[in-house]
């Protein structure tokens, strides 16, 4: 099992920064990879960003260019640095770490993000 406590989430207006942060505990040594999903109001869960053990990355090209996610395997946390804020990125942010690729893995509780003026 693995626990996941998001924070960092906010309201920020548009062409703002924010860095969400994830601490995780438990059996962290089986974790292949993590990463960030978002849920907006009225759509399906995405993917943002990913990074395995090994540091290599993957985007949603909706934010791919202004987004950046990095592990710090010392600390058990995984951060995303989001710039250049934009009204459609406003969702719930979930942290998710996975021990399999083609499992769900484990979910944090969410923070929300707000982008509006």
């Known amino acids: 099992q693995v626990q996941l406590v998001e924070s960092g989430g906010g309201l920020v207006q548009p062409g703002g920064t924010l860095r969400l942060s994830c601490a995780a505990s438990?059996?962290?040594?089986?974790?292949?990879?993590m990463g960030w999903y978002r849920q907006a109001p009225g759509k399906e869960r995405e993917l943002v960003a990913t990074?395995?053990?090994?540091?290599?990355?993957t985007y949603a090209d909706s934010v791919k260019g202004r987004s950046t996610i990095s592990r710090d395997n010392a600390k058990n946390t995984v951060d995303l640095q989001m710039n250049g804020l934009k009204v459609e990125d406003t969702a719930v942010y979930y942290c998710?770490?996975?021990?399999?690729?083609?499992?769900?893995?484990?979910w944090g509780q969410g923070t929300q993000v707000t982008v509006s003026s």
């Open positions: 990074i395995s053990s090994s540091g290599a990355t």
């Open positions: 438990g059996s962290i040594s089986r974790i292949i990879v």
């Open positions: 998710n770490a996975r021990f399999y690729y083609n499992r769900p893995g484990f």
